[in-house]
């Protein structure tokens, strides 16, 4: 069994681990990523918890929530109901008030923000964007700041995207495309050396995955069905709602993909929840708080860059990485 932490659970430093339990000494936190608009603007409403959670996860590591899934997904629906195996049905969350933007509206967004707004909720401050000449010249035109870019002569940069307008690079990977006004083409964002799953990562996400599907809290949302089948979930996240999922269920509405990246091949780095343990969220203000102050408890690669409490749930998301499933694979050996 790995020895990496989860909830309820203290490891060395920089392993996965979660909220403490009660009867056990808080282990010293890692430093706090610099909160983003996001994170900054819900803390205060979450910094009192209830602690709903934490009672049906102590003692638990995520190691230990990757093990139940995988070898016993067919206990994992009882987590989530009553002792007999059935699940209580969810009350409808509440309606976002009129003329609020939701996680749903931005998925099925046609054109999405402008690439600057991308870079911003995609791309994390770190990581700049390498293009030509004209390329640069193009997007400073569009509000994107010349810190956030690159020359493409020089090469790219570890962890540096490549912006091109035209054929895609051999090898690379097209991780978001916009429109370009007048001529009807398109400006790729691509990864250029993109770091591919080994075969024993792909594997432990369709484990992941499959058990997630086998619980009926997760539910039977046809976009939903579609990502987890093939296991198309970036491997932070996938392992976030594993440890949920594997304690008490946990109701997925949506991946909703992140404006400018529909029907790219990336892996799904955003999930919009919509109930815990049957009980719904934000509708159940108890529920929210705790799943909000599990979140904000957790270390790297498992923190989210962003959480948003919509009128349709809980909308939480990642940076995109090139290699998520080695950062789990590190976190975790």
């Known amino acids: 069994m790995s020895k990496a932490a989860g909830p309820g659970s203290a490891g060395p430093a920089g392993r996965p681990r979660h909220a403490a339990p009660d009867d056990d000494p808080a282990p010293t936190p890692a430093p706090a990523p610099a909160p983003g608009p996001a994170r900054t603007a819900r803390r205060a409403r979450h910094r009192q918890g209830s602690g709903r959670l934490r009672p049906l996860l102590r003692g638990a590591g995520l190691a230990l929530a990757l093990v139940v899934l995988v070898t016993a997904a067919a206990l994992v629906p009882r987590l989530s109901g009553d002792a007999d195996g059935s699940t209580a049905g969810a009350a409808p969350p509440a309606p976002a008030a009129s003329g609020e933007p939701t996680a749903r509206s931005s998925a099925a967004s046609s054109g999405g923000p402008a690439l600057p707004g991308w870079l911003a909720t995609a791309l994390p401050p770190s990581t700049d964007l ?70 024993e990562e792909l594997s432990r996400r369709r484990a992941l995955a499959d058990a997630l599907l086998a619980n009926p809290a997760t539910g039977t949302d046809p976009a939903v069905t579609d990502v ?106």
């Not at 035109?141 to 956030?148: L, T, Y």
Request: charge should be negative; avoid cysteine; glycine fraction near 12%.
């Open 130 to 199: 390498a293009a030509s000449d004209g390329v640069r010249e193009e997007l400073a035109g569009e509000g994107v700041p010349a810190d956030r870019m690159r020359p493409a002569e020089q090469g790219p940069a570890s962890g540096s995207l490549l912006a091109v307008v035209g054929p895609v690079p051999p090898g690379a990977r097209v991780v978001a495309r916009f429109d370009r006004p007048g001529d009807g083409s398109e400006l790729l964002v691509v990864d250029p050396a993109p770091v591919e799953p080994t075969a």
């Open 228 to 333: 987890l089948g093939p296991a198309e979930v970036d491997a932070r996240l996938l392992s976030l709602l594993a440890a949920v999922s594997a304690q008490d269920g946990v109701g997925i509405a949506a991946f909703p993909a992140v404006p400018g990246e529909e029907g790219s091949a990336t892996p799904a780095r955003r999930v919009l929840l919509d109930a815990v343990g049957g009980t719904p969220v934000p509708g159940d203000a108890a529920a929210t708080e705790a799943l909000l102050t599990w979140l904000d408890a957790q270390l790297p690669p498992y923190t989210p860059d962003a959480v948003e409490v919509t009128g349709d749930g809980v909308l939480v998301s990642f940076h995109y990485v090139s290699g998520p499933d080695a950062l789990v694979s590190r976190a975790a050996g």
